[in-house]
Protein backbone atom coordinates (compact mmCIF):
# COMPACT_ATOMS: atom_id res chain seq x y z
CA UNK A 1 0.00 0.00 0.00
CA UNK A 2 1.10 3.45 -0.57
CA UNK A 3 -0.65 5.33 1.70
CA UNK A 4 -1.62 3.80 5.12
CA UNK A 5 -3.53 4.93 8.45
CA UNK A 6 -3.81 2.88 11.24
CA UNK A 7 -5.85 3.60 14.27
CA UNK A 8 -5.25 7.51 14.07
CA UNK A 9 -6.65 9.57 17.27
CA UNK A 10 -6.38 13.09 17.87
CA UNK A 11 -8.16 15.45 20.15
CA UNK A 12 -7.86 19.07 21.21
CA UNK A 13 -8.14 20.88 24.37
CA UNK A 14 -7.84 19.42 28.19
CA UNK A 15 -10.11 17.77 30.83
CA UNK A 16 -13.63 18.32 30.44
CA UNK A 17 -13.22 20.69 27.14
CA UNK A 18 -11.56 18.05 25.47
CA UNK A 19 -12.97 17.43 22.21
CA UNK A 20 -11.78 14.34 20.36
CA UNK A 21 -12.03 14.42 16.86
CA UNK A 22 -10.57 11.31 15.31
CA UNK A 23 -11.43 8.42 17.04
CA UNK A 24 -9.39 5.28 15.61
CA UNK A 25 -9.26 6.47 11.76
CA UNK A 26 -7.56 3.51 9.49
CA UNK A 27 -7.53 3.56 5.58
CA UNK A 28 -5.11 2.78 3.24
CA UNK A 29 -4.65 3.61 -1.00
CA UNK A 30 -2.93 2.07 -3.07
CA UNK A 31 -0.55 4.44 -5.85
CA UNK A 32 -1.47 5.65 -8.26
CA UNK A 33 -5.49 5.69 -6.55
CA UNK A 34 -7.65 8.09 -6.28
CA UNK A 35 -9.27 8.09 -3.11
CA UNK A 36 -12.19 10.22 -1.55
CA UNK A 37 -13.16 10.90 2.03
CA UNK A 38 -16.67 11.78 2.34
CA UNK A 39 -17.85 13.65 5.60
CA UNK A 40 -20.22 16.09 7.09
CA UNK A 41 -18.73 19.70 8.21
CA UNK A 42 -17.21 18.78 11.70
CA UNK A 43 -16.53 14.62 10.93
CA UNK A 44 -12.70 15.42 11.20
CA UNK A 45 -12.01 15.79 7.51
CA UNK A 46 -9.95 18.48 7.48
CA UNK A 47 -8.31 17.14 10.59
CA UNK A 48 -7.03 13.65 8.82
CA UNK A 49 -5.38 15.72 5.85
CA UNK A 50 -3.57 17.84 7.75
CA UNK A 51 -1.84 14.78 9.67
CA UNK A 52 -1.47 13.12 6.47
CA UNK A 53 0.11 15.80 4.90
CA UNK A 54 2.82 16.12 7.59
CA UNK A 55 0.86 19.73 9.22
CA UNK A 56 -0.41 17.94 12.34
CA UNK A 57 1.08 14.87 14.50
CA UNK A 58 -1.49 12.60 15.85
CA UNK A 59 -2.00 11.99 19.38
CA UNK A 60 -1.19 7.73 18.72
CA UNK A 61 -1.76 5.58 15.48
CA UNK A 62 0.10 5.56 12.16
CA UNK A 63 0.61 7.20 9.06
CA UNK A 64 2.47 5.73 6.32
CA UNK A 65 3.19 7.27 2.95
CA UNK A 66 5.65 5.63 0.61
CA UNK A 67 7.53 4.16 2.58
CA UNK A 68 7.69 7.00 5.69
CA UNK A 69 6.30 6.34 8.99
CA UNK A 70 5.28 10.47 9.67
CA UNK A 71 5.27 9.48 13.40
CA UNK A 72 8.82 8.75 13.59
CA UNK A 73 10.10 11.93 11.40
CA UNK A 74 11.40 15.18 13.30
CA UNK A 75 10.06 18.57 12.39
CA UNK A 76 13.01 19.05 9.67
CA UNK A 77 12.05 15.80 7.85
CA UNK A 78 8.43 16.62 7.84
CA UNK A 79 9.03 19.68 5.90
CA UNK A 80 11.24 17.56 3.25
CA UNK A 81 8.10 15.33 3.17
CA UNK A 82 5.84 18.01 2.56
CA UNK A 83 8.07 19.61 -0.02
CA UNK A 84 9.46 16.23 -1.68
CA UNK A 85 6.08 13.95 -2.18
CA UNK A 86 2.73 16.42 -1.56
CA UNK A 87 1.00 18.47 -3.52
CA UNK A 88 -1.46 20.74 -1.53
CA UNK A 89 -4.74 22.27 -3.35
CA UNK A 90 -7.05 24.23 -0.90
CA UNK A 91 -10.97 25.01 -1.60
CA UNK A 92 -9.50 28.82 -1.39
CA UNK A 93 -6.72 28.64 -3.95
CA UNK A 94 -4.57 30.45 -1.68
CA UNK A 95 -2.42 32.37 -4.31
CA UNK A 96 -0.13 35.34 -3.85
CA UNK A 97 -2.43 37.92 -4.90
CA UNK A 98 1.09 40.28 -6.27
CA UNK A 99 2.44 37.35 -8.47
CA UNK A 100 1.28 35.94 -11.61
CA UNK A 101 -0.18 32.88 -12.25
CA UNK A 102 3.53 31.49 -13.61
CA UNK A 103 5.43 33.28 -10.59
CA UNK A 104 3.13 31.54 -8.29
CA UNK A 105 4.07 28.26 -10.02
CA UNK A 106 7.67 29.04 -9.99
CA UNK A 107 7.26 29.62 -6.56
CA UNK A 108 6.65 25.50 -5.74
CA UNK A 109 9.32 24.93 -8.87
CA UNK A 110 12.02 26.60 -6.68
CA UNK A 111 11.73 23.86 -3.83
CA UNK A 112 11.22 20.68 -5.76
CA UNK A 113 14.22 18.75 -6.94
CA UNK A 114 12.96 17.75 -10.17
CA UNK A 115 10.19 20.04 -11.18
CA UNK A 116 7.81 20.20 -14.33
CA UNK A 117 8.31 23.34 -16.82
CA UNK A 118 6.15 25.74 -15.52
CA UNK A 119 4.55 26.25 -18.29
CA UNK A 120 3.87 22.59 -18.96
CA UNK A 121 2.07 22.60 -15.61
CA UNK A 122 0.36 25.70 -16.71
CA UNK A 123 -0.61 24.33 -20.23
CA UNK A 124 -1.20 20.72 -18.31
CA UNK A 125 -4.33 22.86 -16.61
CA UNK A 126 -5.32 24.93 -19.67
CA UNK A 127 -3.86 28.16 -18.99
CA UNK A 128 -1.89 28.60 -21.74
CA UNK A 129 -1.93 32.41 -22.82
CA UNK A 130 -2.55 33.55 -19.12
CA UNK A 131 1.17 33.04 -17.62
CA UNK A 132 1.24 36.98 -17.17
CA UNK A 133 -2.13 37.39 -15.48
CA UNK A 134 -2.33 38.22 -11.90
CA UNK A 135 -5.15 36.16 -9.77
CA UNK A 136 -7.91 39.19 -9.84
CA UNK A 137 -7.24 38.59 -13.36
CA UNK A 138 -8.84 35.22 -12.77
CA UNK A 139 -12.06 33.62 -12.63
CA UNK A 140 -12.56 30.96 -9.49
CA UNK A 141 -11.79 28.49 -11.75
CA UNK A 142 -8.77 29.65 -13.66
CA UNK A 143 -7.39 30.51 -10.06
CA UNK A 144 -7.97 26.88 -8.79
CA UNK A 145 -6.48 25.47 -12.32
CA UNK A 146 -3.57 28.22 -11.39
CA UNK A 147 -3.60 26.08 -7.80
CA UNK A 148 -2.99 22.43 -9.21
CA UNK A 149 -0.34 24.14 -11.58
CA UNK A 150 1.25 24.91 -8.11
CA UNK A 151 0.33 21.35 -7.00
CA UNK A 152 1.97 19.66 -10.10
CA UNK A 153 4.41 21.12 -10.80
CA UNK A 154 6.56 19.13 -8.26
CA UNK A 155 5.34 16.05 -9.42
CA UNK A 156 3.88 14.90 -6.56
CA UNK A 157 3.28 11.13 -5.20
CA UNK A 158 0.24 12.29 -3.28
CA UNK A 159 -1.48 14.82 -3.85
CA UNK A 160 -4.11 16.16 -1.28
CA UNK A 161 -7.22 17.88 -2.06
CA UNK A 162 -9.40 19.83 0.75
CA UNK A 163 -12.75 20.57 -0.81
CA UNK A 164 -11.48 21.53 -4.20
CA UNK A 165 -14.58 22.37 -5.56
CA UNK A 166 -16.16 23.82 -2.30
CA UNK A 167 -16.18 27.72 -3.54
CA UNK A 168 -16.93 27.27 -6.95
CA UNK A 169 -20.39 26.86 -9.04
CA UNK A 170 -21.58 23.49 -10.42
CA UNK A 171 -20.23 23.75 -13.97
CA UNK A 172 -16.42 24.69 -13.21
CA UNK A 173 -16.35 22.10 -10.12
CA UNK A 174 -16.85 19.43 -12.90
CA UNK A 175 -14.17 20.76 -14.83
CA UNK A 176 -11.65 20.89 -12.10
CA UNK A 177 -13.04 17.88 -11.20
CA UNK A 178 -12.23 16.38 -14.82
CA UNK A 179 -9.06 18.05 -14.35
CA UNK A 180 -8.06 16.31 -10.80
CA UNK A 181 -9.05 13.20 -12.91
CA UNK A 182 -6.50 14.03 -15.80
CA UNK A 183 -3.68 14.33 -13.03
CA UNK A 184 -4.15 11.20 -11.38
CA UNK A 185 -4.18 9.80 -15.13
CA UNK A 186 -1.42 10.97 -17.26
CA UNK A 187 0.79 12.37 -14.22
CA UNK A 188 0.64 8.74 -11.99
CA UNK A 189 0.33 11.10 -9.00
CA UNK A 190 -2.42 9.48 -6.09
CA UNK A 191 -5.03 11.44 -5.30
CA UNK A 192 -6.58 11.73 -2.04
CA UNK A 193 -9.68 14.63 -2.07
CA UNK A 194 -11.81 15.56 0.88
CA UNK A 195 -15.21 16.34 0.82
CA UNK A 196 -18.86 16.90 1.82
CA UNK A 197 -20.59 16.30 -1.31
CA UNK A 198 -21.58 12.91 -1.98
CA UNK A 199 -21.77 12.74 -5.58
CA UNK A 200 -17.88 13.19 -5.90
CA UNK A 201 -17.54 9.51 -4.56
CA UNK A 202 -18.62 8.02 -7.96
CA UNK A 203 -14.93 9.36 -8.72
CA UNK A 204 -13.21 7.66 -6.73
CA UNK A 205 -11.33 4.07 -6.86
CA UNK A 206 -11.96 4.01 -2.64
CA UNK A 207 -14.29 6.20 -0.87
CA UNK A 208 -14.46 6.43 2.99
CA UNK A 209 -17.51 8.27 4.93
CA UNK A 210 -16.15 9.70 8.04
CA UNK A 211 -18.56 10.39 10.34
CA UNK A 212 -17.75 11.98 14.14
CA UNK A 213 -14.14 11.01 13.82
CA UNK A 214 -14.56 7.45 12.64
CA UNK A 215 -14.76 5.88 9.21
CA UNK A 216 -18.19 4.00 8.79
CA UNK A 217 -17.79 2.84 5.54
CA UNK A 218 -15.31 1.85 3.26
CA UNK A 219 -16.71 1.03 -0.68
CA UNK A 220 -14.70 0.33 -3.93
CA UNK A 221 -15.73 1.75 -6.99
CA UNK A 222 -15.27 -1.18 -9.97
CA UNK A 223 -15.31 1.54 -12.79
CA UNK A 224 -14.69 5.03 -11.59
CA UNK A 225 -17.16 7.57 -13.48
CA UNK A 226 -15.83 10.45 -15.26
CA UNK A 227 -16.06 13.60 -13.78
CA UNK A 228 -18.25 15.14 -16.89
CA UNK A 229 -20.88 12.31 -15.83
CA UNK A 230 -20.92 13.84 -11.88
CA UNK A 231 -24.27 15.53 -11.16
CA UNK A 232 -25.42 17.28 -8.27
Not at 54 to 70: H, I, P, T, W
Request: with cysteine; net charge negative; hydrophobic share 40%.
Amino acid sequence: MFLTTSDLRKGYGQGAARSEVLKGVSLSLDAGQLGVILGPSGSGKSTLMNIIGGVDRADSGQVEVDGLALAELGDAALANYRRDKLGFVFQFYNLIPNLTAAENVEVAAHIASDPLGVGEALAAVGLDGRERSFPKELSGGEQQRVAIARAIVKRPKLLLCDEPTGALDFETSRGVLELLQSVNQEYGATVLMITHNTAIGGLGDAVFRLRDGQIVETLHNAERMPAERIEW
